[in-house]
Each structure stands twice: as structure tokens, then as C-alpha cells.
């Protein structure tokens, strides 16, 4: 998961940021651990701002900087919400 978001980072994509509530102060990318190969990114924004493609395009921007890095980035689409899982690439 370190170097998902390093590899993010180094591209200027931007991280979520909460506040003491836990509500979305600064939208951005949201990283999890789904399993020990696997890191689920999703696009997280402030609420009432959602955007019209449910940040759709913003995870293509990271999955982008994630296949030119050498991971394999998918991107889901599920019940309204989207995110990539990614994992390794296969020359890795």
C-alpha cells in the first residue's frame, strides 16, 4: 500500500484529508488494504459535492499514473460507487 501511494503522490493526485468528525475535508484518493496483494483506491469527496461521474475520472487519472508505474489498475463500478483494486503488475 506504501508504494501505491507513493507512486500517487510522486504524480501530484491529491489524498483525502478528514476532519476530527471523520467527514471529508479536503477531497482526494482513499487507500485500504483488501487483502495482502490487493489495495482498493477510491475517490473520496466532500459531502453534497459528490461528482457527477461519482469521481469516475479522477480514478482514471490514478490509474493511469499506477499502470505507468507497473501496476495493474482496475477500475469497478458497484452500486453508484467506484474504485480501482490494484495490485501487482504481471512483469513485476
Do not use: K
Not at 42 to 48: I, L, N, P, Q
Request: net charge negative; glycine share 10%; hydrophobic share 45%.
Amino acid at each position: 500500500m506504501q508504494a501505491v501511494a507513493l507512486a500517487l503522490e510522486a504524480a501530484g493526485i491529491s489524498f483525502c484529508e478528514v476532519d476530527d468528525q471523520g467527514a471529508v475535508a479536503h477531497e482526494g484518493v482513499q487507500l485500504s488494504q483488501d487483502d495482502p496483494v490487493l489495495v482498493r483506491v477510491v475517490w473520496r469527496h466532500r459531502r453534497g459535492e459528490r461528482p457527477v461521474d461519482a469521481g469516475e475520472a479522477r480514478l482514471g487519472e490514478a490509474a493511469s499514473v499506477l499502470d505507468r508505474a507497473g501496476w495493474d489498475a482496475l477500475l469497478y463500478r458497484a452500486r453508484g460507487s467506484r474504485y480501482l483494486l490494484v495490485e501487482p503488475g504481471r512483469d513485476a
